[in-house]
Nanobody, 122 residues
Framework: QVQLVESGGGLVQAGGSLRLSCAAS????????MAWFRQAPGKEREFVAR????????YYAGSVKGRFTISRDNAKNTVYLQMNSLKPEDTAVYYC???????????????WGQGTQVTVSS
């Protein structure tokens, strides 16, 4: 069982930056691939970025590639999402998720955090 708690969301102007954190419980954190998803009002949840258990492999959605960076610190059981050059269309609730399977499909993720709101004003 893994419990995930996100933090770091907030209100920022377009062009600004935020760093989201996701703290995980449990002693097997490095066994899980981790990902960030987001869901805007009235839209389906969408994949943002994922990272392998070792942190050696990352993959991004095209809409955030070059602006967002996912990373992890297995010693701290934490995964991060550094978001730069934020746009109003990045406004959403951001969720971190854990899976034994390296995938961009939300249905393959077993554990989810409660979400953190990111709002980007124009």
């Amino acid at each position: 069982q893994v419990q995930l708690v996100e933090s770091g969301g907030g209100l920022v102007q377009a062009g600004g930056s935020l760093r989201l954190s996701c703290a995980a419980s449990g002693r097997t954190f490095s066994s899980y691939a981790m990902a960030w998803f987001r869901q805007a009002p009235g839209k389906e949840r969408e994949f943002v970025a994922r990272i392998s258990g070792s942190g050696g492999y990352t993959y991004y959605a095209g809409s955030v590639k070059g602006r967002f960076t996912i990373s992890r610190d297995n010693a701290k059981n934490t995964v991060y999402l550094q978001m730069n050059s934020l746009k109003p269309e990045d406004t959403a609730v951001y969720y971190c998720a854990a899976s034994f399977v390296a995938t961009i499909n939300s249905k393959d993720y077993n554990y989810w955090g409660q979400g953190t709101q990111v709002t980007v004003s124009s």
